[in-house]
């Protein structure tokens, strides 16, 4: 696993919560929700290739 997307998904979440801070002291509740999503969407399309790399290696592990 390389160390690159550790960090990418570490700063997505770094800019996801100050963003999310931010909107909700200005009283944004609706658009930091929206920005919550958009950040689990994006994290979640950074894992679903290794996600699908993982099960591959469990399957020919298995002879599958």
């Not at 930091?32 to 099960?55: C, D, P, Q, Y």
Request: negative net charge; charged residues 15%.
């Amino acid at each position: 696993m390389d160390i690159s997307l550790i960090v990418r998904i570490a700063g997505i979440g770094l800019l996801v919560s100050v963003t999310t801070q931010l909107l909700n002291k200005s009283g944004r509740d609706e658009q930091s929700m929206m920005v919550t999503l958009a950040g689990i969407l994006v994290v979640l399309g950074l894992l679903i290739g290794k996600i699908g790399e993982l099960f591959s290696e469990i399957m020919s592990l298995f002879g599958l």
